[in-house]
Protein backbone atom coordinates (compact mmCIF):
# COMPACT_ATOMS: atom_id res chain seq x y z
CA UNK A 1 0.00 0.00 0.00
CA UNK A 2 1.58 3.43 -1.00
CA UNK A 3 1.90 6.01 1.99
CA UNK A 4 -0.97 8.91 1.48
CA UNK A 5 0.76 12.02 1.27
CA UNK A 6 -0.31 14.76 3.49
CA UNK A 7 -3.28 17.26 2.63
CA UNK A 8 -2.14 20.12 4.35
CA UNK A 9 1.27 21.80 3.78
CA UNK A 10 3.37 22.79 6.51
CA UNK A 11 6.48 24.83 7.36
CA UNK A 12 8.92 25.48 9.92
CA UNK A 13 7.83 28.65 12.39
CA UNK A 14 9.95 30.32 15.04
CA UNK A 15 8.47 30.12 18.84
CA UNK A 16 7.03 33.88 18.59
CA UNK A 17 5.04 33.53 15.50
CA UNK A 18 3.35 30.32 17.15
CA UNK A 19 2.90 32.42 20.48
CA UNK A 20 1.32 35.27 18.50
CA UNK A 21 -1.30 32.45 16.70
CA UNK A 22 -2.00 30.97 19.72
CA UNK A 23 -2.99 34.58 21.66
CA UNK A 24 -5.19 35.32 18.41
CA UNK A 25 -7.08 32.62 18.47
CA UNK A 26 -7.82 33.74 22.31
CA UNK A 27 -8.75 37.23 21.05
CA UNK A 28 -10.81 36.11 18.30
CA UNK A 29 -11.13 37.51 14.79
CA UNK A 30 -13.50 40.18 15.71
CA UNK A 31 -10.35 41.69 17.93
CA UNK A 32 -8.18 41.12 15.05
CA UNK A 33 -9.81 43.14 12.64
CA UNK A 34 -11.85 42.60 9.28
CA UNK A 35 -11.10 43.68 6.42
CA UNK A 36 -13.22 46.69 4.77
CA UNK A 37 -12.48 49.13 2.71
CA UNK A 38 -13.41 52.20 4.39
CA UNK A 39 -11.90 50.83 7.91
CA UNK A 40 -8.41 50.34 5.84
CA UNK A 41 -8.65 53.67 4.18
CA UNK A 42 -9.16 55.50 7.19
CA UNK A 43 -6.06 53.71 8.82
CA UNK A 44 -4.06 54.66 6.14
CA UNK A 45 -5.19 58.40 5.81
CA UNK A 46 -4.52 58.74 9.96
CA UNK A 47 -1.45 57.25 9.35
CA UNK A 48 -0.24 60.05 6.84
CA UNK A 49 -3.16 63.00 7.35
CA UNK A 50 -3.06 62.46 3.78
CA UNK A 51 -6.09 61.58 1.31
CA UNK A 52 -5.72 61.45 -2.16
CA UNK A 53 -4.56 57.83 -2.83
CA UNK A 54 -3.59 59.27 -7.07
CA UNK A 55 -5.16 57.63 -10.23
CA UNK A 56 -6.07 55.55 -11.11
CA UNK A 57 -9.26 54.76 -9.25
CA UNK A 58 -9.31 51.28 -7.24
CA UNK A 59 -12.81 51.34 -5.24
CA UNK A 60 -13.58 47.80 -7.28
CA UNK A 61 -10.14 45.81 -7.07
CA UNK A 62 -9.70 46.64 -3.79
CA UNK A 63 -13.66 45.42 -2.87
CA UNK A 64 -12.98 42.12 -4.23
CA UNK A 65 -9.41 41.49 -3.19
CA UNK A 66 -11.53 41.82 0.06
CA UNK A 67 -14.29 40.26 0.12
CA UNK A 68 -12.32 37.03 -1.22
CA UNK A 69 -9.75 37.23 1.74
CA UNK A 70 -12.13 37.48 3.99
CA UNK A 71 -13.99 34.58 3.05
CA UNK A 72 -11.71 32.48 1.33
CA UNK A 73 -8.23 32.57 2.63
CA UNK A 74 -8.35 30.94 5.46
CA UNK A 75 -5.95 33.28 7.42
CA UNK A 76 -4.37 32.50 11.08
CA UNK A 77 -4.31 35.29 13.14
CA UNK A 78 -0.91 36.34 11.97
CA UNK A 79 -1.54 36.04 8.75
CA UNK A 80 -4.75 38.35 9.10
CA UNK A 81 -2.19 41.02 11.04
CA UNK A 82 0.47 40.55 8.35
CA UNK A 83 -2.05 40.79 5.78
CA UNK A 84 -3.94 44.17 7.21
CA UNK A 85 -0.49 45.86 7.94
CA UNK A 86 0.48 45.10 4.06
CA UNK A 87 -2.89 46.13 2.56
CA UNK A 88 -2.43 49.87 4.61
CA UNK A 89 0.92 50.02 3.91
CA UNK A 90 -0.14 49.66 -0.07
CA UNK A 91 -2.63 52.20 0.64
CA UNK A 92 0.13 54.09 2.76
CA UNK A 93 2.33 54.31 -0.48
CA UNK A 94 -0.03 55.41 -2.67
CA UNK A 95 -1.09 58.51 -0.37
CA UNK A 96 2.62 59.63 0.13
CA UNK A 97 3.78 59.12 -3.67
CA UNK A 98 0.96 61.00 -4.72
CA UNK A 99 1.63 63.98 -2.54
CA UNK A 100 5.22 63.52 -3.76
CA UNK A 101 4.21 64.24 -7.08
CA UNK A 102 1.99 67.20 -6.19
CA UNK A 103 5.24 68.56 -4.55
CA UNK A 104 7.55 67.87 -7.33
CA UNK A 105 6.20 68.27 -10.64
CA UNK A 106 9.07 67.13 -12.42
CA UNK A 107 7.92 63.51 -11.70
CA UNK A 108 5.40 63.44 -13.66
CA UNK A 109 7.58 64.59 -16.47
CA UNK A 110 9.78 61.09 -16.10
CA UNK A 111 9.95 59.25 -19.28
CA UNK A 112 10.51 55.44 -18.82
CA UNK A 113 12.25 54.54 -21.71
CA UNK A 114 12.71 51.37 -23.98
CA UNK A 115 12.45 49.20 -20.67
CA UNK A 116 13.09 45.62 -21.01
CA UNK A 117 10.42 43.30 -19.44
CA UNK A 118 11.39 39.59 -18.63
CA UNK A 119 8.45 37.33 -18.38
CA UNK A 120 8.02 33.05 -18.93
CA UNK A 121 6.82 30.52 -16.74
CA UNK A 122 8.04 30.59 -12.94
CA UNK A 123 10.97 29.08 -12.24
CA UNK A 124 12.39 29.50 -16.03
CA UNK A 125 15.46 31.51 -15.15
CA UNK A 126 13.45 34.96 -14.96
CA UNK A 127 15.03 35.80 -11.68
CA UNK A 128 18.86 34.55 -12.57
CA UNK A 129 18.51 36.67 -15.81
CA UNK A 130 17.21 39.69 -13.61
CA UNK A 131 20.32 39.52 -11.59
CA UNK A 132 22.31 39.02 -14.50
CA UNK A 133 21.06 42.23 -16.72
CA UNK A 134 21.01 44.48 -13.35
CA UNK A 135 25.04 43.95 -12.74
CA UNK A 136 25.41 46.84 -16.08
CA UNK A 137 25.64 50.05 -14.49
CA UNK A 138 23.08 50.99 -16.85
CA UNK A 139 20.45 49.13 -16.20
CA UNK A 140 17.87 50.17 -13.68
CA UNK A 141 16.17 47.73 -11.69
CA UNK A 142 14.06 47.87 -8.81
CA UNK A 143 14.87 47.20 -5.80
CA UNK A 144 13.19 45.45 -2.92
CA UNK A 145 13.98 48.13 -0.35
CA UNK A 146 12.78 51.01 -2.55
CA UNK A 147 10.09 49.26 -3.80
CA UNK A 148 8.58 48.81 -0.10
CA UNK A 149 9.26 52.24 1.33
CA UNK A 150 9.13 54.29 -2.31
CA UNK A 151 8.52 57.61 -0.86
CA UNK A 152 10.18 60.04 -0.85
CA UNK A 153 12.09 59.36 -4.05
CA UNK A 154 15.54 57.48 -3.66
CA UNK A 155 18.53 59.59 -4.67
CA UNK A 156 21.55 58.44 -6.26
CA UNK A 157 23.99 60.20 -3.75
CA UNK A 158 22.37 58.06 -0.88
CA UNK A 159 21.08 54.78 -2.92
CA UNK A 160 23.63 52.51 -1.23
CA UNK A 161 23.33 53.72 2.15
CA UNK A 162 19.61 55.21 2.18
CA UNK A 163 18.30 54.19 6.03
CA UNK A 164 15.13 52.51 4.23
CA UNK A 165 17.61 49.43 3.56
CA UNK A 166 18.28 48.76 7.07
CA UNK A 167 14.55 48.95 7.36
CA UNK A 168 13.72 46.21 5.44
CA UNK A 169 16.58 44.08 6.39
CA UNK A 170 14.71 43.82 9.76
CA UNK A 171 11.50 43.39 8.18
CA UNK A 172 13.03 40.35 5.47
CA UNK A 173 14.30 38.89 9.14
CA UNK A 174 11.11 38.78 10.46
CA UNK A 175 9.62 37.06 7.43
CA UNK A 176 12.14 34.60 7.63
CA UNK A 177 11.45 33.90 10.90
CA UNK A 178 7.49 33.31 9.55
CA UNK A 179 9.07 31.28 6.79
CA UNK A 180 12.25 29.75 7.72
CA UNK A 181 14.32 28.33 5.08
CA UNK A 182 12.77 29.76 2.42
CA UNK A 183 15.37 31.04 0.93
CA UNK A 184 15.89 27.61 -0.17
CA UNK A 185 13.37 28.08 -2.92
CA UNK A 186 13.42 32.17 -3.91
CA UNK A 187 16.27 34.14 -2.42
CA UNK A 188 14.72 37.79 -0.83
CA UNK A 189 16.73 40.68 0.48
CA UNK A 190 16.71 44.97 0.81
CA UNK A 191 19.43 45.16 -1.65
CA UNK A 192 17.92 42.58 -4.39
CA UNK A 193 16.16 43.17 -7.33
CA UNK A 194 12.17 42.46 -7.54
CA UNK A 195 9.38 41.22 -9.00
CA UNK A 196 6.96 43.85 -10.85
CA UNK A 197 4.52 42.11 -8.60
CA UNK A 198 5.19 44.06 -5.96
CA UNK A 199 4.30 47.55 -7.65
CA UNK A 200 1.64 46.59 -9.28
CA UNK A 201 0.24 45.37 -6.45
CA UNK A 202 -0.60 49.06 -5.25
CA UNK A 203 -3.58 49.14 -7.98
CA UNK A 204 -5.16 46.17 -6.33
CA UNK A 205 -4.67 44.50 -9.52
CA UNK A 206 -2.25 41.78 -9.19
CA UNK A 207 -1.44 38.26 -9.10
CA UNK A 208 0.86 39.30 -6.28
CA UNK A 209 -1.90 38.64 -3.95
CA UNK A 210 -2.79 34.91 -5.02
CA UNK A 211 0.59 33.53 -4.73
CA UNK A 212 0.22 34.60 -1.17
CA UNK A 213 -3.72 34.19 -0.50
CA UNK A 214 -6.44 31.34 -1.62
CA UNK A 215 -8.49 33.61 -3.15
CA UNK A 216 -10.34 31.52 -6.05
CA UNK A 217 -12.90 34.36 -6.18
CA UNK A 218 -10.63 37.20 -6.24
CA UNK A 219 -8.17 35.07 -9.26
CA UNK A 220 -11.33 34.45 -11.15
CA UNK A 221 -12.31 38.12 -11.29
CA UNK A 222 -8.65 39.52 -11.82
CA UNK A 223 -8.49 37.12 -15.18
CA UNK A 224 -11.67 38.44 -16.75
CA UNK A 225 -10.11 42.47 -16.03
CA UNK A 226 -8.22 44.67 -18.40
CA UNK A 227 -4.96 45.21 -16.57
CA UNK A 228 -3.82 48.59 -17.78
CA UNK A 229 -4.59 50.33 -14.96
CA UNK A 230 -1.63 48.15 -12.99
CA UNK A 231 0.36 49.20 -15.12
CA UNK A 232 -0.67 53.13 -15.11
CA UNK A 233 0.33 52.48 -11.76
CA UNK A 234 3.47 50.42 -12.80
CA UNK A 235 4.53 53.26 -14.76
CA UNK A 236 3.96 56.11 -12.03
CA UNK A 237 5.90 54.08 -9.63
CA UNK A 238 8.86 54.31 -12.08
CA UNK A 239 8.87 57.59 -12.85
CA UNK A 240 8.88 58.16 -8.77
CA UNK A 241 11.49 55.45 -8.50
CA UNK A 242 13.97 56.96 -11.77
CA UNK A 243 13.36 60.68 -10.54
CA UNK A 244 16.16 60.89 -8.58
CA UNK A 245 18.23 58.01 -9.32
CA UNK A 246 18.06 57.03 -13.15
CA UNK A 247 19.58 54.46 -15.63
CA UNK A 248 19.57 54.13 -19.26
CA UNK A 249 16.86 51.76 -19.06
CA UNK A 250 15.01 49.89 -16.21
CA UNK A 251 15.17 46.35 -16.15
CA UNK A 252 11.68 44.52 -15.05
CA UNK A 253 10.27 40.87 -14.29
CA UNK A 254 7.77 38.95 -13.59
CA UNK A 255 5.65 35.81 -14.69
CA UNK A 256 2.78 37.33 -14.82
CA UNK A 257 3.63 39.87 -17.02
CA UNK A 258 2.40 37.03 -19.76
CA UNK A 259 -1.57 36.94 -19.00
CA UNK A 260 -2.13 40.80 -20.59
CA UNK A 261 1.11 41.83 -23.15
CA UNK A 262 -1.55 44.07 -24.92
CA UNK A 263 -2.35 46.02 -21.25
CA UNK A 264 1.52 46.09 -20.90
CA UNK A 265 2.58 47.52 -24.98
CA UNK A 266 -0.54 50.35 -24.15
CA UNK A 267 1.32 51.59 -21.66
CA UNK A 268 4.51 50.99 -22.45
CA UNK A 269 4.42 51.01 -26.62
CA UNK A 270 8.58 51.24 -27.06
CA UNK A 271 9.27 48.02 -24.22
CA UNK A 272 11.21 44.85 -25.18
CA UNK A 273 10.08 41.87 -24.33
CA UNK A 274 12.78 38.56 -23.11
CA UNK A 275 10.20 35.02 -23.43
CA UNK A 276 12.37 32.38 -20.84
CA UNK A 277 11.25 28.73 -21.44
CA UNK A 278 11.91 25.47 -20.15
CA UNK A 279 10.40 22.33 -20.28
CA UNK A 280 6.93 23.45 -18.14
CA UNK A 281 6.74 19.45 -16.62
CA UNK A 282 9.51 20.62 -14.45
CA UNK A 283 8.38 24.06 -13.36
CA UNK A 284 5.00 23.23 -12.17
CA UNK A 285 5.40 21.36 -8.84
CA UNK A 286 8.42 23.78 -8.42
CA UNK A 287 6.02 26.66 -8.47
CA UNK A 288 3.29 24.58 -6.49
CA UNK A 289 6.09 24.30 -3.58
CA UNK A 290 6.60 27.92 -3.30
CA UNK A 291 3.02 29.09 -3.48
CA UNK A 292 2.04 26.63 -0.58
CA UNK A 293 4.98 27.66 1.02
CA UNK A 294 4.39 31.52 0.84
CA UNK A 295 0.46 30.65 1.43
CA UNK A 296 1.55 28.91 4.82
CA UNK A 297 3.30 32.22 6.31
CA UNK A 298 -0.94 33.56 6.35
CA UNK A 299 -2.90 30.64 7.13
CA UNK A 300 -2.80 26.79 8.46
CA UNK A 301 -5.01 25.40 5.94
CA UNK A 302 -2.86 25.41 2.64
CA UNK A 303 -4.01 22.14 0.75
CA UNK A 304 -1.06 20.92 -1.48
CA UNK A 305 -3.85 19.28 -3.17
CA UNK A 306 -5.76 22.61 -4.21
CA UNK A 307 -2.61 24.11 -4.74
CA UNK A 308 -0.41 22.09 -7.28
CA UNK A 309 -3.88 21.48 -9.89
CA UNK A 310 -4.88 25.88 -9.24
CA UNK A 311 -1.11 26.97 -10.39
CA UNK A 312 -0.71 24.46 -13.01
CA UNK A 313 -4.30 25.68 -14.60
CA UNK A 314 -3.13 29.04 -14.07
CA UNK A 315 0.50 29.18 -15.83
CA UNK A 316 -1.04 27.01 -18.92
CA UNK A 317 -3.77 29.73 -19.27
CA UNK A 318 -0.89 32.60 -18.81
CA UNK A 319 1.41 31.11 -21.40
CA UNK A 320 -1.70 30.72 -23.72
CA UNK A 321 -2.64 34.18 -23.44
CA UNK A 322 0.97 35.21 -23.99
CA UNK A 323 1.41 33.51 -27.62
CA UNK A 324 -2.18 34.33 -28.99
CA UNK A 325 -0.91 38.39 -27.74
CA UNK A 326 2.06 37.68 -30.08
CA UNK A 327 0.71 35.43 -33.04
CA UNK A 328 -1.60 39.14 -32.89
CA UNK A 329 0.97 41.07 -33.29
CA UNK A 330 0.51 42.88 -29.91
CA UNK A 331 4.46 44.26 -30.75
CA UNK A 332 6.63 43.89 -33.67
CA UNK A 333 8.41 40.60 -33.41
CA UNK A 334 11.41 42.31 -32.87
CA UNK A 335 10.19 43.49 -29.74
CA UNK A 336 10.82 39.55 -28.59
CA UNK A 337 13.22 37.49 -27.54
CA UNK A 338 12.92 33.79 -26.71
CA UNK A 339 15.65 32.66 -24.28
CA UNK A 340 16.08 28.85 -23.52
CA UNK A 341 16.65 28.36 -19.06
CA UNK A 342 19.21 25.75 -20.69
CA UNK A 343 21.17 27.85 -22.65
CA UNK A 344 20.74 30.43 -19.63
CA UNK A 345 22.61 28.09 -16.98
CA UNK A 346 24.95 26.42 -19.32
CA UNK A 347 26.49 29.88 -20.66
CA UNK A 348 24.89 32.69 -18.59
CA UNK A 349 27.43 35.18 -20.03
CA UNK A 350 26.56 33.81 -24.03
CA UNK A 351 22.80 34.72 -23.06
CA UNK A 352 23.45 37.96 -21.92
CA UNK A 353 25.18 38.67 -25.34
CA UNK A 354 22.22 37.01 -26.59
CA UNK A 355 20.22 39.76 -25.09
CA UNK A 356 22.15 42.50 -25.66
CA UNK A 357 22.82 41.81 -30.00
CA UNK A 358 18.84 41.50 -30.11
CA UNK A 359 17.76 44.63 -28.74
CA UNK A 360 21.03 46.34 -30.27
CA UNK A 361 22.71 47.55 -26.69
CA UNK A 362 26.28 47.79 -26.37
CA UNK A 363 27.99 45.45 -24.38
CA UNK A 364 29.79 47.59 -21.52
CA UNK A 365 33.29 46.33 -20.51
CA UNK A 366 33.17 44.62 -16.89
CA UNK A 367 30.46 42.77 -17.59
CA UNK A 368 31.61 39.64 -18.51
CA UNK A 369 33.61 39.68 -14.99
CA UNK A 370 30.92 40.77 -13.01
CA UNK A 371 28.75 37.52 -14.37
CA UNK A 372 31.72 35.45 -13.42
CA UNK A 373 31.83 36.62 -10.21
CA UNK A 374 27.67 37.11 -9.11
CA UNK A 375 28.01 32.84 -10.32
CA UNK A 376 31.01 32.61 -7.83
CA UNK A 377 29.15 34.40 -4.91
CA UNK A 378 26.24 32.44 -5.69
CA UNK A 379 26.00 28.77 -6.44
CA UNK A 380 23.44 26.76 -6.90
CA UNK A 381 21.95 25.35 -3.74
CA UNK A 382 24.01 27.48 -1.61
CA UNK A 383 21.23 27.83 0.71
CA UNK A 384 20.02 24.16 0.61
CA UNK A 385 18.57 21.84 -2.08
CA UNK A 386 14.70 22.74 -2.71
CA UNK A 387 13.43 19.37 -3.01
CA UNK A 388 9.66 18.84 -4.51
CA UNK A 389 7.19 16.56 -6.81
CA UNK A 390 3.93 16.18 -8.69
CA UNK A 391 2.78 13.51 -6.56
CA UNK A 392 2.81 15.61 -3.51
CA UNK A 393 0.32 18.25 -4.85
CA UNK A 394 -1.96 15.57 -6.62
CA UNK A 395 -0.66 16.33 -9.83
CA UNK A 396 0.74 13.76 -12.46
CA UNK A 397 3.49 13.67 -15.51
CA UNK A 398 0.74 12.51 -17.92
CA UNK A 399 -2.19 15.63 -16.79
CA UNK A 400 0.37 18.05 -17.14
CA UNK A 401 1.82 16.72 -20.62
CA UNK A 402 -1.29 17.13 -22.10
CA UNK A 403 -2.07 20.90 -20.53
CA UNK A 404 1.07 22.13 -21.69
CA UNK A 405 1.26 19.84 -25.17
CA UNK A 406 0.76 23.28 -27.54
CA UNK A 407 3.12 24.91 -25.45
CA UNK A 408 6.17 22.00 -25.47
CA UNK A 409 5.23 21.31 -29.15
CA UNK A 410 5.92 25.05 -30.36
CA UNK A 411 9.27 25.78 -28.52
CA UNK A 412 10.51 21.85 -28.79
CA UNK A 413 10.57 21.55 -25.20
Given at each position: MSQELPRTWTVERSPLVHAVNAGGRLLGQRALGAFRAESLLDAARRKTALDDFGSPPF?????RLLESMEAEARLNPMGRLATRYDLIHLLVNRLRMEEDRKRNPGIAEEEPRRPIFIAGLPRTGTTLLHSLLALDPASRVPLTWETMYPSPPPEAATYLTDRRICLVDGQMRWFHRMLKGFNRIHPVGARLPIECLVITS????????????????YLEWLEGQDLRPAYEVHRRFLQHLQWRCPGERWVLKAPAHMFDFEALFSVYPDAQVVMTHRDPIQMTASNASLTATLRSAFSDEVDPFEVGPECSRRWAEAISRALRSRDRGCAPAERFLDLYYDDLVADP????????????????????????????????????THRYSLEEFGMNREDEVRRFAAYRERFRL
Open positions: GEPLRHAFLSYQFETTHRLPSIGAVHTVYAHFDLPFPAGLEEKIREFHHRNPKDRFG
